[in-house]
């Protein structure tokens, strides 16, 4: 297995030659059933109105073979070191179970890791299950009724993401839910909006920082605490409300200020820590545990899925490839991820901090400066709000920004209404359908300003329903996507060394900006 940069691979001169399809005259119904393939969970993922062609495939076929991402997939699966900046082994999806073709044992650390993360995901269960069952309740003993996860970037944004997904499912399943908020930002307002109104006798926190140290994370628990002690209530003992997910080494680990301790490990990035007691945690509360079993065994699907050699059977890989076509042969910068699913409000925040954070390098897996463009910015809102606020550019701006819709048949909550003879679920997909067909074909009109040029380009991912086991699916796919993008263009998307350079800085501001004048002069006109 050889690591090579994207511009060394014979493979990509060859897909540099092609040009893009003309999905004006390509795109025909035939390419709706020939261009889709199963993602797993129930998903699908259809390419039809992108810009490739059979050449383009066999073309992307031989990128993948060339720069063996099947290989390195399967070696980062069997416990290689894969984040080459921070020497660690990645094994995110080991916390979904261990994928066919992967070693049996995957060691570090002087423990089975598969075993490790199992005996965590075994401790979350029994957890929540008292928790919910009224076994475990707060310190003036009343059962617990809302949580409130206190944690930032990949502490946050996924799990916030996945509850907002499978809230409403919840809902139309008639599954008691306890409910969940969030604290992330440092600033103040922020935790005081979460907190206001709160019974605080029947909450329970947790605290989520891998290292124990985080300040923002620190400071709101600090926050939180002085909150439940202004409430003056008898009995009421913060330590008793709270609970850690941390690593085994971290000053939380041990701490008498927390109920129980729920631990992860360097191997699980934050971004890619949904599947871990960081996400597990929170939505077993929420929906208990076999809501999240369920969640995990979407992704696990997903994640088999992967292994397939062939592009046209590995959705996530196929995702992938054409996503280099689209940044580093046509050139584009950015790609929008557009959910027709209000229960997905928050994906492409997660999305953002997940493709971005990964990919956003120039520098290669052996600190190399690399001559090409790597991850793309990436931004998105629920359809049909951003129908009627950036769509315009979309459709009529100067740039061509690749679309990635996502959709569902169904509705979550089941609750909808008839009016002028549609539902509001088939009047949601039929805006998705034309969204889709709009781009592609565009229009033609004598008034310049009514002229649709056409000819921009999409995918989609859709299913029946949105359930745990497409969430699941679903988040495994980008994770998956983005993965082999980090391979293709041979760098590290796996560490994260550009969030680290302003915490440095704002040490320096907190402790009298050390001499620095131009930090000094600038932390004073906030001051």
Known sequence: MTYKNLDQSTAFAAVSALAPADIRTTLDPERFASCSIPAGGGLTYSYAAMPVVKSHIDALQSLSDDQEVIAKYTALLSGEIMNTGEKRLVLHHLLRGRVPGASETVMADGEEKGAFYAAELEKTRAFAAQVRDGRITGSTGKTFRTVVQ?????SDLGPRALYLALKDWALGEGIQRLEARFISNVDPDDAA?????????????????????????????DLVIQAMHKKKITGLNPAKHMVAVTSKTSPLATSKNVLASFFFDDYIGGRYSSSSAV?????????????????????HQADAKALEKDVTKNAALLDALIGVYLRNVLNCPVTAVLPYSQALSRFPAHLQQLDMESNGKSVNRDGVPVSYKTGPVV??????????????????????????????????????????????????????????VAFARGKDDGNPNKRFAGGRWSSLLHGERLTPESLGALLAHYENKVMFQGFLW???????????????????????SQGDPVLAACAKMLS
């Not at 206190?150 to 990949?154: H, T, V």
């Not at 041979?490 to 402790?511: C, H, M, P």
Request: proline share 1%.
């Open 193 to 221: 909006d979460v907190l206001d109104g709160l019974d605080m006798e029947r909450t329970l926190f947790i605290l989520v920082s891998k290292s124990g140290t985080t300040q923002e994370t620190l400071t709101n628990r």
């Open 379 to 436: 931004f998105g809102e629920p359809g049909t709000n951003g129908q009627h606020s950036f769509y315009q550019l979309l459709h009529q701006g100067t740039d061509i920004i690749p679309l990635q819709f996502i959709g569902f048949s169904r509705s979550q909550a089941g609750q909808d209404i008839v009016t002028d003879g549609s539902t509001s679920q088939q009047k949601l997909n039929a805006n998705l359908s034309a969204q889709i």
């Open 490 to 512: 041979n760098i590290n998307s796996f560490d994260q060394e550009g969030v680290q350079l302003g915490k440095v800085l704002a040490g320096k501001v907190l402790a009298g």
């Open 279 to 299: 996400g597990g945690v929170v939505l077993s509360l929420a929906f208990g545990h076999e809501t999240f079993a369920r969640f995990l065994e979407g992704a």
């Open 150 to 154: 206190i944690g930032i970037g990949g």
